[in-house]
């Protein structure tokens, strides 16, 4: 057991605020790196020292490991925390971390390696009889060799990049025809997404529902599992929205997917905080998606329900502290949802809408969390996620959640860019997300209908006009001569 007295948070934005409140509250001092972009972010102003890493892009700066490591040495820390996204599922950032004497927070380069590759994580789980999608869980080789898979399964079917992340490197085929084309697509993006052309093919589930389980794994073989999170609503596959608990999830589904949860960490001998997804049909099967092997984007409503520091118990778990939670005597109570607040025009495809945040105030109302990395003045580039900030109710009721996330979107005032404000309080007052009914097809069924109305009345509205306008002239022109 050896206590952390400092830590190098590898990542920006909200994320590393995040994990500097935690460290903060536990007296663990922190060290922030920063871009060319993101000198004056809040990260950067709240962390005890900071270090620059010069260049703009990703690449150049939060994914140069040897530099981060390097500041960490300089710095003398004793861990890394590398938040999501970026280095937080490279298995060879966490070796090389550990290589230097350092602590990783987070699994070991061992875990983040058998779950990082979809096919890797299938074969392990296989093992532990968790459920698993139905379809062909080794790379595909050969376009022949897919169809035969493809027509065994029966369309439609979901190409797969085995090194997938972040909703990327995913293709649906719905007929045979379709399957040479998507097919050759699929590897020449995982290729270019992910540097590996792997992909596998699995059985597209019709109307299902992404549910997921927080786990908490220490060193001396404790495993527990901090219930479900919801995360159906969704665009190019990648959430929105993410509620806790889920409204269409009864006490022995919970336990169900609670132990298959388990399982799936034991099968890769995890360690530290992770998230095991699944995707869930209309009949209430849960079948493995992945494993997420770092602190997850919607932790927060977690948090919220369990009243659990998920950071805290990482950095006690990386210290090598026994878990402090029983599984007998874990409870939730109450309801948390999150909207994802992007810079990113809904109206238009999500597209993102970079730019400056011209006005920013955040809501201040009881029962509402703000995670934020940003000021107002902050420029959301291009270069990073548009993320904004993630906007977080608690109520005593899922109703009151709803009705607590409403408030929060009224109060919550942004310009300068489009956001996700508008996307989130058409969601929360539809009927089929308030009766719980509503799918990962969301945003195709209620909201893009809608939109395209809207967008068709104020063409029809625009041809009335111009109509009207046009009569106006003829008049006009016929006037005179009256
Ligand atoms: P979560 O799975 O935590 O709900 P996301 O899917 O939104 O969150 O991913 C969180 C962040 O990590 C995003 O910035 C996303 O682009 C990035 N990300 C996730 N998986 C990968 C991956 N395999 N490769 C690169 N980036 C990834
Ligand atoms: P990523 O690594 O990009 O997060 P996932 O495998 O977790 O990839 O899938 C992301 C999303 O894609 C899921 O939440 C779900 O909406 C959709 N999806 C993935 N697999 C399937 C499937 N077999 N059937 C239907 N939808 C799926
Ligand atoms: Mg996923």
Redesign the pocket.
Known sequence: MSAIRKIVIANRGEIAVRIIKSAKRLSIKTVSIYSDLDRASPHVLMADEAFHLPGKTATETYLDMHQIVKIAKKANADAIHPG???L??NAAFANLVESNGLKFIGPSAKSIKIM?NKIAAKEAVSKFQVPLVPGDDKAIEEITKGIEIAEQIGFPILIKAA???????MRVVNKIEDFNNSFKRAVSEAKS??GDGSVFIEKYIEDPKHI?VQILADNHGNIIHLFERE?SIQRRH??VM?EAPSPTVNESLREALGKAAIDVAKSCQYTGAG?V?FIMDTRSNFYFLEM?T??????PVTEFITGIDLVEQQIKIAEGHSLQLEQANLTFSGHAIEL?VYAEDAQNNFLPSPGKLVTYSIPTVDGIRVDDGVLEGSEISVF??P?ISKLIAYGKSRKEAIEKLLEGIEAYVIEGVQTTLPFGKFVLKHPSFIDGSFNTHFVEDHYLPTIKNEFNQEISLAGKVAAYLYNQNLKKVVLPNN
């Open positions: 999501y996204g970026f937080s599922e990082g090194a997938g992340g972040g909703g990327k490197g997404a992910f997921e995360c990648q959430k993410e998230t997804e997420n770092r602190l997850q984007v919607e932790h994802r990073y996620d993320m």
